[in-house]
């Protein structure tokens, strides 16, 4: 069973960083991608970033690139994706979950089978 667990998310000043673990298991350890979607108060949730370990890319949103990053560790049984975030603004406010899918990265959420619960990150101004 394909099991995700989110977890970093807080209040921090705008400016300040956070950095977002999803913690996976349950799935072919060489055959994997994860992506980063949030979703803010009243709006749609919409792609932040992905990783593949197939081909090693990555994907960021516009909205993101170059205050976003991205990586991961691979331990003996389960995967960790990071998100690292600095810069952060306040359009930055929202819950955020990390999704899993076999293969590579696709940046729309229908491509994704299993979620997990979603982190909180505040972002005050």
């Known amino acids: 069973e394909v099991q995700l667990q989110a977890s970093g998310g807080g209040l921090v000043q705008a400016g300040g960083s956070l950095r977002l673990s999803c913690a996976a298991s349950g799935f072919s350890f060489d055959d994997w991608a994860i992506g980063w979607f949030r979703q803010a108060p009243g709006k749609e949730r919409e792609v932040v970033s992905c990783i593949s370990s197939t081909t090693g890319s990555k994907y960021y949103a516009d909205s993101v690139k170059g205050r976003f990053t991205i990586s991961s560790d691979n331990a003996k049984n389960a995967v960790t994706v990071y998100l690292q975030m600095n810069n952060l603004k306040p359009e930055d406010t929202a819950v955020y979950y990390c999704?899993?899918?076999?293969?590579?990265?696709?940046?729309?959420?229908?491509?994704?089978?299993?979620w997990g619960q979603g982190t909180l990150v505040t972002v005050s101004s």
């Open positions: 999704a899993y899918r076999p293969g590579t990265w696709y940046n729309k959420e229908e491509y994704y089978r299993t």
